[in-house]
C-alpha cells in the first residue's frame, strides 16, 4: 500500500515547517526524506525521519553511532527503513492465525482474544501495523508534555490515520511522539495515543518500539534483567517458557517476547566494553530477536553477515493488548543510556545499572 504523500508534496512545496528547538533542524536527505536532526553537546546527534517517525541515527559524544541501520536499508516508501526504531503500532505481528492457535492451546483467556480480534479482523494489517510506512508531521503546538527543562533537543511529531487507514484499521486516533536528545546524550522517546473514536467505541491494539542497537559482535554481548523470566517463543509457535537463571547470550536466531519484563534491562557488550540501558516505562513486554545467518540472507534489505552486529531488544505491549475509551490516552515511554561497562573491576554489576 502506497504511503500518502507529505502534504503540500504535490505543487507547490509548502515552506518548512519552523521547528520549536534551536537545537533541531529539518534538512531533505539524499534520499529526498525529510528527517529532523537533534544537536546535542560535543558530537552527540539524533536523525528521525518524519516517514515512519522513525530514529534511525543515535550518536554519542565521540560521535559513534549507538544504533543499528542496514547498509542495504531502503529508504522509499512503502518500504520499512530497516534499523534504528521502528514504531510497531496499531499491531505487533500476532497474525490473526497465530491468536487462534495460542487460544486453541488455552494460553490466551477469551477475553484478550476477543480484544485481539477486534483489530486482528482486518486481514491486510501488515506485520507490525503501519504507523511506521506512514509520512508523520511536525506537531508545533502538542498538548504539554512534563519533561526535564534541561533537555533543549527535541522534536514533536505527529500521525492520524488517512482514509486508507480507516478501512484497514476503523478507528480515528492521534499519535504524538516526542524524540529527545538529554544532556548527558541519552535519547528518550515518548509515545502519546489517543482514542478519538467519535461513535464511542473503544480500540486495542499493541505496540513496540523495535529498537535496533548496533553491537561489535552478538556473540560477544549478554543482556541482564530478562532472567528467569517467561516468555513467548516466535520460534516454536509463540508456546510459553521461563528463561535459565542468568545473562542470555546469542549463539543462533532469537525471536522471543519477555513478559511483564522490568523496567531496567542491560545490553553489555563486552569487546565495545559499553552497556546499553533500557528503561520502559507503560510497556510491559519485552521482545528480543536476532534473525542469524539463514533469516538474514533471506531479508533483500539486510545484509548476510550483519546478524552479527545488531541486536533487537523492543520494550513492547504484546502479551495484554491496550485498550482506550474514546478520549482516553495512553503514553509509552522508551530511554535509552550507553555506559562504559568496564567501570569497577573490569565487569559490569548488573545491580548497580539495573538498579542505579
Ligand atoms: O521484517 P520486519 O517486519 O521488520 O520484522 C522483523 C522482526 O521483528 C521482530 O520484532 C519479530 O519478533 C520478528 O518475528 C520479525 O521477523
Known amino acids: 500500500m502506497a504511503a500518502p504523500a507529505p502534504a503540500g508534496a504535490a505543487g507547490s512545496p509548502s515552506p518548512p515547517p519552523q521547528l520549536p528547538s534551536p537545537f533541531a533542524e529539518l534538512v531533505r536527505s539524499p534520499s529526498s526524506l525529510e528527517k529532523v536532526v537533534l544537536r546535542g553537546s560535543r558530537n552527540c546527534c539524533v536523525e528521525v525521519y518524519l516517514y515512519g517517525g522513525q530514529v534511525t541515527s543515535w550518536k554519542n559524544d565521540n560521535g559513534e553511532e549507538l544504533l543499528f541501520l542496514s547498509t542495504k536499508a531502503i529508504f522509499k516508501p512503502p518500504k520499512a527503513i530497516r534499523g534504528g526504531i521502528p514504531i510497531c503500532f496499531p499491531q505487533v505481528w500476532y497474525p490473526l492465525s497465530v491468536m487462534a492457535s495460542l487460544m486453541f492451546r488455552k494460553c490466551l483467556a477469551l477475553t484478550e482474544m476477543h480484544l485481539v480480534m477486534q483489530f ?133 536466531e532469537v525471536d522471543k517476547v519477555y513478559l511483564a519484563a522490568p523496567s531496567k534491562i542491560a545490553i553489555i557488550d563486552h569487546e565495545k566494553k559499553k552497556t546499553f540501558v533500557v528503561t520502559k516505562e507503560g510497556l510491559p513486554d519485552a521482545v528480543v530477536w536476532n534473525p542469524w545467518d539463514k533469516k538474514a540472507k533471506a531479508m533483500q534489505d539486510f545484509g548476510d553477515g550483519e546478524y552479527k552486529n545488531m541486536l533487537c531488544v523492543e520494550p513492547a505491549a504484546v502479551e495484554k493488548p491496550i485498550t482506550l475509551k474514546p478520549g482516553e490516552e495512553w503514553k509509552g515511554r522508551l530511554a535509552l543510556s550507553a555506559v562504559p561497562s568496564s567501570y569497577c573491576s573490569g565487569q559490569l554489576d548488573p545491580l548497580k545499572v539495573l538498579q542505579g
Open 120 to 252: 486482528g479482523t482486518h486481514g491486510n494489517l501488515e506485520q507490525h501495523g503501519f504507523a511506521r510506512n506512514r509520512f508523520w508531521t511536525i506537531d508545533n503546538d502538542p498538548p504539554p508534555l512534563p519533561a526535564n527543562p534541561a533537555i533543549k533537543a527535541y522534536v514533536d511529531l505527529i500521525l492520524r490515520p488517512s482514509e486508507e487507514d480507516l478501512k484497514i484499521w476503523p478507528h480515528s486516533f492521534e499519535f504524538r511522539l516526542r524524540v529527545a536528545l538529554g544532556p548527558s546524550g541519552d535519547l528518550s522517546l515518548t509515545s502519546r495515543i489517543r482514542n478519538t473514536n467519535t461513535d464511542g467505541r473503544p480500540f486495542s491494539y499493541t505496540f513496540a518500539y523495535h529498537t535496533y542497537f548496533s553491537v561489535s559482535d552478538i556473540s560477544e554481548v549478554r543482556v541482564e534483567g530478562l532472567e528467569t523470566m517467561d516468555y513467548l517463543d516466535n520460534l516454536k509457535a509463540k508456546e510459553r517458557f521461563t528463561e535459565q537463571g542468568d545473562a542470555i547470550v546469542f549463539e543462533s
